[in-house]
């Protein structure tokens, strides 16, 4: 992470030199050329560089600082903090006790299957892993939270005016552009889980941990092939491979990343999105001396491809191209809107003549590409 009191020292210092060549050719009465003018140049340069460097560290900052107060927010969902008393545990047993609902900011399973007294037993759920969903994660897309599932309208320009030079006293002409709207409508993405009033009642184990990791990685999945696949048939043709099967190769992906216009592909967001089957197609390119194009990450940072980060996304196969199964370009022209938190709800009378308890888990979110060129697609050279 970059000084950025260090790099603004270093930029004013920077100037004041320039600053100071610009003054000593005033004071003697020439002009700024030659070794001067090249050395003012330089520092200049050099100085907005550094300011560049400066506003992308700001934003990444702030990037970081709303990605670690969604993760707060999400690990409550996921993997809330069980207290030792009065905590979410106990209050979801008192829902299934008195029935009524709590809104939380985060199998039939019964006795039979070994998870109630007087077996004993852990008091953690494993849950299995589930597909990554990058469209809730403010770091990757631009997440706005509402308080209402009302439609929301993101103004837009999709094309810009036209500006000239005018002449003294010469006549402006009126350019306007052309103006849209991306138009978000959040949809409901909700599961059902019912348990047994022994398991509630008796049993050992976290009940709100498994509800709350189960459930939230079930309705993350339902959102994110949606998202997915939305955003890639969204997204603009920017490459069709130049091979004969239906993988990419290094020269594919480099002009799909090169068709992206340079002030999306290096935006601060700019990243690759593909589902892991097609990950493990691109990990094994090299480019034209031989090396890899692929850099493997670590815990604290994404892989990289072509020197953009790439994440995982439950998108289309390489065998289908009605929406694009590789996608580069500004992830943060990405819009999603989630709507609150998740929702848990609790009824006896739902499944009563059963003995069951019904938790019903949901959220409400929708997301759209505010500008269509600013993320494209690859497709497949063999493919109609």
Known sequence: MADIKKLHEKRANLLTQATSIV??????????????????????????????????????SEARSAADVARAEFAQVIAPKVEKSEGSNDELRALARLGGSQVFEYRDVSRSTGLGNPVTIADRVNVVAAQFNPFIDPAIVTVVRTSTGNNIQFP??????????????????????????????????????????ELAEDAAFDLSA???????????????????????????LGRTGSGTTINPNYTDLAVLKASVNQAYRRAPKAGWLMNDTTLGV??????????????????????????????????????????GSILF????????????????????????????????????????????????????????
Not at 210 to 236: D, L, P, R
Request: hydrophobic fraction near 45%; include cysteine; glycine fraction near 10%.
């Open 156 to 197: 837009r320009v999709t094309a810009l005016g036209t500006a000239g030079s005018v002449a003294e006293a010469g006549t402006i002409g009126e350019s306007d552009g052309t103006l849209s709207a991306l138009s978000l409508t959040p949809v409901k993405y909700a599961t059902i889980i019912q348990v047994t009033e």
């Open 23 to 60: 003054a000593e050719a005033a004071e003697a009465g020439a002009a700024l050329e030659g070794d001067k003018q090249a050395q003012f140049e330089a520092l200049t340069a050099e100085a907005a560089t550094i300011a560049q460097a400066i506003r992308s560290e700001k934003e990444a």
């Open 282 to 323: 691109v990990t094994g390119l090299v480019d034209t001396t031989g090396q890899p194009i692929f850099r493997a990450g670590d815990a604290n940072t994404p892989d990289r491809l072509l020197g953009a980060p790439i994440y995982s996304a439950a998108l289309v196969d390489l065998a289908d191209d009605t929406a």
């Open 329 to 384: 370009g500004d992830l943060g022209q990405i819009y999603t809107a989630l709507v609150g938190g998740v929702r848990v709800e609790v009824s006896r009378e739902f499944a009563w003549n059963l003995g069951l308890i019904s938790y019903k888990v949901e959220v409400r979110g929708a997301t759209g590409l505010a500008q269509t060129t600013a993320v494209k697609h690859f497709k497949s050279a063999n493919v109609a």
């Open 210 to 236: 498994m509800i709350a990791e189960k459930c939230g990685a079930e309705v993350a999945v339902a959102h994110g092939a949606f998202a997915g696949t939305a955003i890639a048939a969204a997204s603009t």
